[in-house]
């Protein structure tokens, strides 16, 4: 605990590690693990990998630093931080708009993101109970046809009782350790879950190679095709960056505000992309392997995860148990994700409205529950609701969709731009000196990023998001 400006106790992390852990631990979620490979192996291989991590360390490194920064001296919730930066920097407090702007779409993030943790656990389940048939040593699901494999996912998320049900699941399973606060609920689950996951995603990813499609995998996510590497693809891939590293959500202004003075944020963010990026390279080496061994096609989407990778543990040995261990990890990913797309809101709650904790969390929850449900049922009951049909860019969309489409098109790249902008342009070079922990030439690097590259290529991305056809 440590007093605040404004006198009041404060939670923070324990250590710098728990910190790293925890902001890498909001990092590393379904993003880096479905999303990343999938994108990467149809989109150019090589040409996109080196493009993504280009996009990281230029355009995502820098507003990641400048996150941080504006939380780390202002010591509160998003808005609040920033405030005080502001007022610190004599500008207007008006200025907080982006970071309300970042409470928003962690807020509609977390009723869309928990879905999906939902069919996660649905996956933990069945691999659970498939050991007790299959046993240890044996592929999964055995004896079963490839129809009843994949058809597994489209049974589940076309039942409303499921996918809500399990909605419902992981988002108290996430409300569980929100509400127990920063050093005693967010941490504890950074520390014991961030470790597992890198050990069994390690191990898996190394059980894999020796089923024989380690070369396949290797040729099909980095063979060299820079052609397929459109404008589409790299604004595809700038979003990727974003949404992979948490930013624009006010996510790392909230996890920087629980940082101690002492603690370097110029490296830190460092270790932080570059985990973030290990994780989704790792994440295509691990997944890929297991799907060609067993003769399937790469796939994209939701598909990859819950209908050809389930299909492809049948033909591994051992895969009842190894498909069980990945499914554990990947919930794992996403919980430290949605811990902390549920305490962005949250903090802000307890700020804003003087409420303690556990209530705020409560409050929260049940908001993205709503929601949450909605989405959920956009695979099933609601099929048919498309909320703004009117709105050409999300015609025939469901709320899942149109949830997941306002939120990537339009409020994080806001949210991003505004950060960038503020700390570029308008906040005190003084403390910006004294926050970001570099000098010399890096420094003005790094302003100079996050001056012009960064505004610009966010805008395009919003741009583009909204008039799709410039680039078609
Ligand atoms: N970065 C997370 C992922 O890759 C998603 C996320 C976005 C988490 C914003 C927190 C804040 O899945």
């Not at 790293?20 to 990467?40: D, K, T």
């Not at 309300?100 to 869309?112: D, E, T």
């Not at 590259?453 to 991305?461: D, F, H, S, T, Y």
Request: hydrophobic share 55%; glycine share 12%; charged share 10%.
């Amino acid at each position: 605990m440590a007093l605040t400006q404004s006198g009041s106790t404060r939670d923070h992390w324990s250590s710098r590690s728990a910190f790293i852990l925890a902001a890498i631990g909001s990092a590393v979620g379904l993003g880096n693990l479905w999303r990343f490979p999938a994108e990467a192996g149809a989109n150019g291989g090589g040409a996109f990998v080196l493009f993504y991590i280009g996009c990281v360390i230029l355009i995502g490194l820098p507003v990641l630093l400048s996150e941080t920064l504006i939380g780390r001296h202002g010591q509160a919730s998003a808005p609040e931080s920033v405030r005080r930066v502001a007022s610190a920097s004599r500008a207007s407090s008006h200025w907080d708009i982006l970071a309300s702007v970042g409470v928003l779409s962690a807020f509609l993030i977390l009723s869309f993101y928990c879905v999906v943790g939902g069919w996660v656990l649905y996956y933990v389940g069945v691999f659970f109970a498939d050991i007790f048939q299959s046993g240890l040593s044996g592929g999964a699901f055995a004896g079963q046809s490839a129809e009843h494999i994949e058809g597994l996912f489209p049974e589940m998320i076309g039942s409303a009782a499921w996918t809500v049900g399990l909605d419902a699941l992981f988002l108290g399973i996430t409300l569980f350790f929100v509400a127990r606060g920063v050093s005693g609920g967010i941490e504890i689950v950074a520390k014991w879950l961030m470790p597992a996951f890198f050990i069994l995603l390690v191990a898996i990813t190394i059980y894999g190679m020796f089923g024989g499609a380690f070369t396949q995998t290797m040729s099909y996510l980095f063979t060299f095709e820079p052609e397929k590497l459109t404008g589409e693809v790299m604004l595809a891939a700038v979003g990727q960056a974003f949404f992979s590293l948490s930013l624009g959500v006010a996510g790392m202004v909230t996890y920087g505000s629980y940082v101690g003075r002492n603690v370097n944020l110029a490296s830190t963010s460092a270790i932080i992309a570059s985990a973030d990026t290990a994780v989704a390279l790792l994440a295509g080496l691990c997944i890929f392997p297991i799907v060609f061994s067993a003769g399937l096609a790469a796939g994209a989407g939701p598909g990859l995860l819950f209908e050809s990778l389930p299909h492809a543990f049948q033909e591994m040995p051992g895969g009842a148990l190894i498909g069980l261990a990945f499914f554990i990890m990947v919930g794992f990913a996403a919980l430290t994700s949605s811990v902390a797309l549920l305490e962005v809101p949250t903090a802000w709650v307890i700020d804003r409205f003087r409420i303690v904790r556990p209530l705020s969390a409560i409050l929260v929850a049940s908001g993205a529950m709503v929601l949450g449900a909605l989405a959920a049922m956009s695979t099933n009951t609601l099929a048919d609701w498309h909320p703004l049909n009117f709105i050409p860019i999300f015609e025939g969309q469901g709320f899942f969709d149109v949830l997941d489409g306002l939120t990537a098109k339009f409020f994080m790249p806001i949210g991003a731009i505004l950060t960038a902008i503020f700390v570029g342009w308008v906040a005190d070079r003084k403390l910006i000196d004294m926050e970001n922990g570099i000098g010399g030439l890096l420094h003005l690097t790094w302003l100079f990023l996050v001056r012009f590259l960064c505004p610009v290529a966010l805008l395009a991305i919003m741009v583009v998001g909204i008039f799709p056809d410039l680039l078609a």
